[in-house]
Nanobody, 123 residues
Framework: QVQLVESGGGLVQAGGSLRLSCAAS????????MGWFRQAPGKEREFVAA????????TYSDSVKGRFTISRDNAKNTVSLQMNSLKPEDTADYYC????????????????WGQGTQVTVSS
């Protein structure tokens, strides 16, 4: 079992920044690829970013590439998502997720999920 707890969501104006964090516990953190996903009201959950267990490889959705940065600290069992140049369309509940092995963009490939944190970007 891996337990995940997100934090850092909130309300921000368009063009602003937020930093989301996810604290993990329960297993060897570096064995797990970590992903960030988001779900807006009435929409399906979508991939945002992912990072390998070693932290060496990252992937991003086209919609956030160049604006968001995923990182992890395996010594602290945390993964973060730095979000810059936020847009109203980034408004969603954001979730971190873990899977054993490599990164995947498909949320169905992730076994462990946090409870989510809400991000609202006002125009």
């Amino acid at each position: 079992q891996v337990q995940l707890v997100e934090s850092g969501g909130g309300l921000v104006q368009a063009g602003g920044s937020l930093r989301l964090s996810c604290a993990a516990s329960g297993r060897t953190f570096s064995d797990y690829a970590m992903g960030w996903f988001r779900q807006a009201p009435g929409k399906e959950r979508e991939f945002v970013a992912a990072i390998r267990g070693s932290g060496g490889t990252t992937t991003y959705s086209d919609s956030v590439k160049g604006r968001f940065t995923i990182s992890r600290d395996n010594a602290k069992n945390t993964v973060s998502l730095q979000m810059n140049s936020l847009k109203p369309e980034d408004t969603a509940d954001y979730y971190c997720a873990a899977r054993y092995g490599s990164t995947k963009p498909d949320p169905d490939e992730y076994v462990y999920w946090g409870q989510g944190t809400q991000v609202t970007v006002s125009s």
